[in-house]
């Protein structure tokens, strides 16, 4: 059975790695999106490792500026794996808790002690790839985030 979706399976791959198309199954759209760190992840970065942990986390709608808050860009720090977020009780009807802290990475990138990949290339909010090209913290400061940029790119093997 698994032999037979190959094939459709390997022409979805190539639709979202080229300019994007509808799913013939589900009609939702699929694309592998390029993202760069930019200011505003960079910012929202820095002031989680800036803010006190409480039980190992931080509350970020709670504790969180306006401006973060509003961005929600915290979040897709999470394909760096500069963040995690707290999973969410089992019993809870909400799906995420707001509860993120900064990993050990996230920590050293705000240090400027390491580099990481300039780009991720996401699909069904997943990392498909890194880019080669890396970044420090302070190079992000260049770097404002372009919503245009992230709709017209195109997934390119690193």
């Known amino acids: 059975m698994i032999e ?3 094939p459709y399976r390997d022409a979805w791959r190539h639709t979202i790695e ?17 993202r760069s760190l930019n200011e505003t992840m960079a910012r929202s970065l820095i002031w989680l490792v800036s803010t006190p942990l409480e039980n190992d986390w931080v509350d970020v709608p709670l504790k969180g500026p306006r401006w973060l808050v ?8 999470k394909w760096w794996g500069l963040v995690e ?24 990138f705000v240090r400027s002690a390491v580099r990481v990949p ?3 290339f996401t699909y069904n909010d997943q990392v498909e ?20 940029e992230v709709m017209n790119s195109h997934f390119a093997r690193p």
């Open 18 to 34: 080229d300019e994007g198309g509808y799913c013939p199954v589900c009609a939702r759209w699929g694309k592998i999106y390029g």
């Open 129 to 148: 790839a890194h880019s080669t090209e890396t970044v420090s913290i302070d190079q992000c400061f260049n770097t404002h985030f372009d919503y245009q």
């Open 118 to 120: 300039k780009k991720v």
């Open 70 to 77: 509003r961005s929600n860009q915290l979040p897709t720090l």
């Open 85 to 108: 977020r707290c999973p969410a009780d089992e019993k809870s009807k909400i799906k995420h808790s707001g509860l993120w802290r900064p990993t050990d990475l996230g920590y050293d």
């Open 4 to 6: 037979q979706l190959q």
